[in-house]
């Protein structure tokens, strides 16, 4: 990785936004307000996080999660701008397939990958529906910041454990639910929100609506274990190098220093 690049961070959560309004679980609704913030303005305002980064200071450089891909079949849950698949395009997967619920997303990532001589099988869907993805047939399935996004945890990880060959590997990294909870201020961490709070909430951001869930740790291992998986590794820790790459003074990098930002699972189908 480029040590001088400069990446966006998707970071998101009632914590750092400090505007958050209660919903109620409507998917439909939900669904329709997410879509149409990554159709106008979601890289716009939250930027895109790809391979190699799992999300604010953890690198698939430093985690080595995937190792060799070379040949295999991976499906990308969320593919957002297509950076992800160029990634693993450029290490010979022998085949790219997508998910994004967003079409605009999708438009994106077929022009990007084209400029890259790249292609990809594209499907636009929620994740937690039925959308024609072949099942037992991927040897990896990834999800780089788009797993939080879904409306039905358990159903969506069933859906991926199916997509997977015996033994295949599912990844997929997503903001710390410790980093949406806690603020900086005056130099501490105060707490603002409840870590047990998993209602969903409504945020408004430079005139972009989303619409999100903070779910705790307990419930991605108690959930993926239902579904068949069993977890190999877990990764919460920042990336020190990362983080001095950052100013002195930002308080994000602070912050991170004092509790995980980011978690990034490496999974297995039974």
Not at 58 to 77: N, P, T, Y
Not at 153 to 165: N, V
Not at 249 to 260: S, V
Request: charge should be negative; proline fraction near 2%; aromatic fraction near 10%.
């Amino acid at each position: 990785m480029d040590k001088h690049a400069v990446h966006r961070t998707n970071v998101i959560g009632a914590g750092e936004v400090g505007n958050a309004v209660t919903v109620s679980l409507d998917k439909d609704s939900i669904h329709q307000t997410n879509i149409h913030f990554w159709d106008t303005k979601g890289n716009e305002i939250l930027g895109a996080t790809a391979l190699p980064l799992y999300g604010a200071f953890v690198s698939e450089e430093q985690c080595q999660l995937f190792g060799d891909v070379s040949g295999s079949k991976m499906l990308e849950i969320g593919c957002g701008t297509g950076h992800s698949l160029q990634y693993h395009g450029e290490r010979n997967a022998s085949e790219l397939w997508a998910l994004d619920i967003s079409d605009k997303q999708i438009e994106k990532a077929k022009q990007h990958l084209t400029a890259c001589g790249l292609s990809a099988n594209f499907i636009c869907s929620p994740m937690e529906e039925e959308c024609g993805i072949p099942t037992d047939y991927f040897n990896y399935v990834y999800s780089v910041y788009a797993i939080g996004w879904t409306t039905d945890l358990e159903g969506t990880f069933r859906r991926i454990a199916s997509y997977l060959k015996k033994d295949g590997v599912f990844i997929f990294s997503w903001s710390h639910p410790i980093h949406k909870c806690v603020v900086a201020e005056d130099d501490m961490l105060v707490f603002k929100k409840c870590y047990f709070d998993e209602s969903w909430y409504a945020v408004t951001l430079d005139e972009g609506t989303l619409s999100l869930s903070d779910r705790k740790l307990s419930t991605y291992v108690n959930t993926l274990s239902k579904a068949g998986f069993v977890i190999e590794q877990m990764v919460e820790q920042s990336d020190q190098e990362l983080m001095d790459l950052r100013d002195v003074n930002d308080d994000f990098a602070k912050k991170a220093k004092m509790l995980p930002v980011t978690f990034v699972i490496k999974a297995r189908k039974l």
